[in-house]
């Protein structure tokens, strides 16, 4: 099975790099593109993929096919590209919904929402799939993605909470390290800021790993570091009390930049439509 992959930013890349390391797909069946040629030829020069001169020739040749641009570059690009109906368009745009992707395309459409973290076969890829897919192609899609981490099939309600924990999430954790990380140096100013990032990355990836292979409860692992009357007690005191309004109102603010998106995806495509494009 041949598979294009358009634009080659973040998630592109990810996605090269994560279906090569993982072998799911051999570099020959790989064909790529991008506006600018220079980060498809970092990838040829780095996997062997195959570099398109255009986003048609990927279109038309794939028979799976990743657009990884932003999500109001998205419908035109693939409505530009008119692509053959067996083609299998997958999407991996916040706000671009499976009924926008069906307006731009009469074949199975999918969309994906991956994560930075499958570059490193971990984490979790959230899909949902139009009913135009077979069963088999269905079955194929998930074990493609399950070649690069967890395959996690939510529908289009779930999706955009989900994401936050998911795909958002290693951005969030990274952002809760740091502030964590300038806390402690606030605290002691003898400890420098770039021995306290080592720590909680150490610590993270410690503690990621005994919840995994202890088969431990978020609430286990809390019972075994807090020690009755202890020091961490004092510290989920204050999370207790802080954190749920925090990630309340992250929530709220993440939900209405969806919905702002998810309106200029549908104003983009209304517009064009008015145009007879
Ligand atoms: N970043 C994440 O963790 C993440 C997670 C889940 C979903 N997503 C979704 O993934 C999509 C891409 O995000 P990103 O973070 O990867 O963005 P990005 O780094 O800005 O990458 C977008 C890429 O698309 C290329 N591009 C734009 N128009 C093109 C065209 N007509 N033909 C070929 N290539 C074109 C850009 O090329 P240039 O090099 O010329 O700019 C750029 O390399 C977004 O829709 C986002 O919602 C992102």
């Known amino acids: 099975m041949k598979i294009g992959i358009i634009g080659l930013g ?3 890349q990810m ?7 993982s072998k799911a797909v051999s570099p020959k069946d790989l064909l ?20 398109a001169s255009s986003a048609e020739e990927v279109g038309h040749s794939a028979d799976l096919l990743f657009v990884c641009t932003k999500p109001l570059d998205l419908l035109p690009l693939v409505k530009e590209l008119s692509l053959p109906s067996q083609v299998h368009l997958v999407s991996v745009a916040a706000g671009v ?27 979790v890829s959230l899909y949902t799939c139009s009913s135009r897919l077979t069963g088999e192609q269905q079955k194929q ?43 402690a140096v606030r605290k002691s100013p003898g400890l420098s800021l770039d021995t306290a990032r080592k720590m909680l990355v150490e610590t993270m990836l410690g503690t990621a790993q005994l919840l995994q292979s202890e088969q431990l409860g978020f609430d286990q692992l809390i019972e075994r570091v807090a020690t009755k009357g202890g020091i961490t007690e004092e510290g989920l005191r204050v999370l207790e009390k802080r954190l749920p309004a925090g990630f309340d109102e992250l929530f709220d603010m993440t939900e209405s930049k969806h919905a702002l998106l998810k309106e200029r995806v549908k104003q983009q495509a209304a517009n064009n439509q008015e145009k007879g494009d």
């Open 10 to 12: 973040s998630m592109g």
């Open 15 to 21: 996605l090269v790099t994560a279906f090569c390391k």
């Open 32 to 51: 790529v593109y991008n506006r600018t040629r220079e980060k498809a030829d970092r990838m040829q020069e780095t996997y062997g993929v195959t570099v």
């Open 97 to 123: 919904s499976i009924e926008d992707l069906e307006a731009v395309h009469t074949g199975p459409v999918s969309k994906v929402i991956p994560t930075i973290t499958s570059q490193e076969l971990r984490g």
């Open 141 to 183: 899609f998930a074990s493609l993605l399950s070649s690069i981490g967890t395959a996690q099939e939510v529908s289009e309600q779930e999706i955009e909470t989900a994401t936050i924990l998911t795909s958002s999430g290693p951005g969030l954790l990274a952002g809760i390290m740091e502030s964590f990380a300038q806390a």
